[in-house]
């Protein structure tokens, strides 16, 4: 496979960059932090969308020296932020497969000097499914480490609501899909009204990803969300971009 070889030399630090999505108190119309997006060009093949090099990273690998270097650039761009702006940041199954990698992932924040309490690390369904315990292991190291956890994309996994209630998460992320014409379709409707009461159950906060019109916010607003990232806000900005963002609202 051509992108994994490429892939397998690359110059992380010189080829790959990062964006930052806001993710915005719907309240006051602020952004409360920002999610790490990877972008990378590569000398050879030009871009290539994280969708496509993520799961070929995470099949070779390689995404634990990706996620190592990724995550010193995000902390480096979050330093600059005001005190509670948060970085929130996506790992891999792989990332969270063993206690070592975990290990390593929590002493580049220490090298970095960020509070790891202004961190929020978004892990998916898959990485839970794919070794419960281990994965249960490394989530508490995480929240002892004083880090958040959001489960990322959910509703798209499944034993969804198993999960929920045997690990130690701080948030989940609502996937887009289910806001997609969310002021027009009951069945999307009624999911995000029932995923919400399960958080405030559980005494979870819920983040609705995808948010792209007017429309889906007002009936997001009125079932009572309060965290949301999508299109409608913002899309991903290049860093610069965040700094100015957070600095005119501080
Ligand atoms: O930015 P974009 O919407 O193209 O991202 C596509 C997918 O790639 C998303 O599922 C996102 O979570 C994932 N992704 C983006 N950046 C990173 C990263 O730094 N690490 C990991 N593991 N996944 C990422
Ligand atoms: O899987 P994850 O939730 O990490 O993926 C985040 C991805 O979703 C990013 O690549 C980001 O570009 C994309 N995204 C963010 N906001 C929106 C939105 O409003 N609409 C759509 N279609 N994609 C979005
Ligand atoms: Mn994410
Ligand atoms: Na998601």
Redo the contacts with the bound molecule.
Sequence with gaps: REVEEVLMAADIEKEMSLVF?PIVDVATSRCVGF?A?ARWTSPTLGRVS??EFIPIAEHSGRIVLITRHLLAMALAEARGWPGETFLSF?LSPHDIATPENVLRIISVVEASGFDPRRINF?I?ETAVTRDFAQAAKSIELLRHFGSGISL??FGTGYSSLNHVHKLPLSKI?I??SFVAQIDSRPASYKIVKSVLAMCEDMGLEAIV????TEAELSVLKDMGVEVV????FS??LEASAAQDLVQAEA
């Design positions: 999505q999610e997006l994280p969708g996506n978004e998916t990322d994309d992320k996937d887009g990803e995808g948010v792209e990232q999508g299109y409608h899309r991903p």
